[in-house]
Nanobody, 122 residues
């Protein structure tokens, strides 16, 4: 029901845009989150967006470099990643939460898509 795509290889300082396409149900009242997991590390919060209103929240590590947006018509959420750093290398996941609070805790999210790998070379 959630499908992340757009990962790949980028050079440090470059950009990538990830997409998260939702299907099978309406996520219009949900909070959509992006998470990432690097090898040997726990899954960590990148940022999130409310479908309604479009308010966003970002982890400090990506603030000012990453932007989350959504397209109602395409039922898709995007993660625009600029000024990429090697430490951004990870598998990126999108997730949906029906909670009222935009949480950075993975356990608050009810639906998860398969991850997409982002590799940033130095």
């Amino acid at each position: 029901q959630l499908q992340a795509s757009g990962g790949g290889l980028a050079q440090a300082g470059g950009s990538l845009r990830l997409s998260c396409a939702a299907s099978g149900r309406s996520f219009s009242r949900y909070i959509m989150g992006w998470f990432r997991q690097a090898p040997g590390k726990e899954r960590g919060f990148v940022g999130g967006i409310r479908w309604r209103g479009g308010s966003t929240y970002y982890a400090d590590s990506v603030k000012g470099r990453f932007t989350i947006s959504r397209d109602y018509a395409k039922n898709t959420v995007y993660l625009q990643m600029n000024s990429l750093k090697p430490e951004d290398t990870a598998v990126y996941y999108c997730a949906a939460s029906d909670k009222t609070i935009l949480s950075s805790w993975p356990g608050a999210y009810d639906y998860w898509g398969r991850g997409t790998l982002v590799t940033v070379s130095s």
